[in-house]
């Protein structure tokens, strides 16, 4: 089970895009986030008829590392820690460190 998954909200902790929160659109490979309009970056793209895209620059994200960001608890509004508990029935579920809450509810 890992850490941070897809809908996660998380804030970012370091680079040039820090403080900017947004929520997980998906984990690229094992320790790689795509997240909404966080590590926005220009690409130059040709267009492609056959799939009706028309050429320009866009702007579109990238991926930022797992280790740059951490969950945000909205019950603190800052960035925490995330930890794992084994309930009674052997359910393993995510919490937070400061708090000791549920992350999934």
């Known amino acids: 089970m890992k850490r941070i998954h897809k809908g996660d909200e998380v804030i970012v902790t370091t680079g040039r895009s820090k403080g900017q929160r947004g929520h997980v ?59 794992f508990k084994s309930l009674e029935d052997g359910k393993k579920v995510r919490i937070f460190r400061s708090t000791g809450e549920a992350v999934d509810i």
């Not at 909404?36 to 930022?64: D, R, Y």
Request: glycine share 8%.
């Open 25 to 83: 659109l998906r984990v690229v490979g094992e320790e790689k986030l795509l997240v909404e309009n966080v590590n926005m970056v220009k690409k130059h793209q040709k267009p492609n008829p056959g799939m009706n895209q028309a050429g320009g620059i866009i702007e579109k994200e990238s991926p930022i590392h797992i280790s740059n960001v951490a969950m945000f608890n909205p019950a603190t509004g800052k960035a925490d820690r995330v930890a």
